[in-house]
């Protein structure tokens, strides 16, 4: 759909590519896999955020 689409330019830009670099060189299960990284990513800054909102400090994944 037109979210995949976003997310296509989205990822070329971050690696450098044209789209159709990138769709000519990932594969589906890479791709799924980076949308998934992105994901989890957005979900860890949001509850950071939400952590400092209510001033429970903002502690990451990787400072645990």
Known sequence: ANN???????????LG???????SQLTQEELTGWAAF???KAEEEEKVMDRA???RGARTMSSR
């Open 4 to 14: 995949d689409w976003l997310f296509m330019f989205f990822l070329a830009k971050e």
């Open 17 to 23: 590519m044209t789209v159709r670099q990138l769709a």
């Open 38 to 40: 992105y994901e989890l």
């Open 53 to 55: 909102k209510t001033g």
